[in-house]
């Protein structure tokens, strides 16, 4: 018998970063998934087929980080290895890069797997907990937005805290955005580590930016609901700048930021983790992604066209 299970690419919207300090964020998953299979093995213990697709090294340079996920996750979910192990595949149509959620993709696509191998019938609340227990191989310490998106799909206004607060914002209408991807692999966990070291080093310069990131959700989230698509674009390129303070963003994310910015989008800023991986860009109707798609790939970066706001990401 197979277990399978689903997990949806990511874009963070607003405020990467600073979400991981309790600031408000908004995420949207994005019409893109990884599927996991698992089938019982005679042999104790697991092993892995990913067969993703991924920027050049992104596997190789997060192998380590992948298998204490898939401990982490075994561990949480009490399954005991030692006699019958398990071979899991990974699959689907979720390009691999930094900032595109496929590290939670596959926690999530794993874990509900495993529910489903062992008929343990888990809530999507359950596979979110043990998907965060998976992110934690790769983020140290993950806000839990990534894994939030990634199992329950559509746009959401995420706040840590004790108990996450985790609201749906609706749309009439999903929006188009580009990803496009500098190629880079970037490693989170260092990335949250430089801005934690560099805060507790300038406390008062961050106070002010931090301030600044949290206002920016509430306005985001007046012009998500309005559908002011121009008001929007404005305070993503403001977050993108806040972003390049605290010291995330890099020269092949603001060369593809400009470009996007320059071939029309209303909006460009890095998503994720930063340091390497990619950008995202508001671009609503098809012609003016299609235009920013192109202006990004014509210099050589590869490109995502999909959409923000659909329900559970699937479009
Ligand atoms: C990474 O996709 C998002 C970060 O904010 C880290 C986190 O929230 O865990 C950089």
Not at 33 to 43: L, P, R, S
Not at 90 to 99: E, I, P, W
Not at 285 to 301: M, S, T, Y
Request: aromatic share 6%; with cysteine; glycine share 10%.
């Amino acid at each position: 018998m197979t277990g399978e299970g689903i997990g949806f690419g990511k874009a963070i919207v607003f405020n990467e970063h600073f979400v991981v300090y309790g600031v408000p964020a908004i995420v949207s998953a994005i019409g893109k998934y990884t599927i996991a299979k698992v089938k019982t093995i005679d042999e104790p213990g697991w092993r892995l087929n990913d067969n993703r697709k991924a920027t050049p090294n992104y596997k190789e340079e997060k192998i380590e980080q992948q298998k204490d996920s898939i401990n982490r996750i075994l561990k949480k979910m009490d399954i005991d290895l030692s006699k019958n192990g398990i071979e899991i595949t990974l699959d689907g149509t979720l390009y691999c890069a930094s900032g595109i959620g496929a590290s939670a993709a596959s926690c999530v696509a794993i874990a509900r797997a495993l529910s489903n191998h062992y008929n343990m019938d888990l809530s999507d609340e359950e596979i979110n907990s043990i998907a965060y227990e998976g992110e934690k191989a790769y983020h140290g310490n993950p806000s839990g937005i990534d894994n939030t998106a990634s199992t329950f799909g559509g746009l959401i206004w995420f706040e840590k805290s004790e108990n996450n607060i985790m609201d749906r914002i609706s749309l009439q209408n999903p929006v188009e955005i580009v990803m496009g991807n500098t190629g880079k692999v970037a490693d989170t966990a260092a990335a949250v580590a430089g801005v934690r070291e560099r805060r507790e080093k300038n406390p008062e310069k961050y106070k002010e930016i931090f301030a600044r990131a949290e206002n920016i959700a509430y306005l985001a989230k007046d012009a998500f609901q309005n559908e002011d698509y121009q008001e929007l674009g404005k305070l993503m390129n403001e977050n993108h700048k806040l972003l390049q303070q605290i010291e995330v963003s890099s020269k092949e994310l603001d060369f593809l930021v400009k470009l996007a910015r320059d071939a029309g989008a209303l909006g460009a800023k890095l998503t994720g983790g930063g340091l390497g991986g990619n950008i995202i860009a508001l671009t609503p109707g098809k012609d003016l992604q299609e235009r920013v798609a192109n202006a990004i790939e014509k210099e050589g970066f590869q490109t995502l066209k999909t959409v923000i706001g659909a329900t559970r990401g699937m479009r």
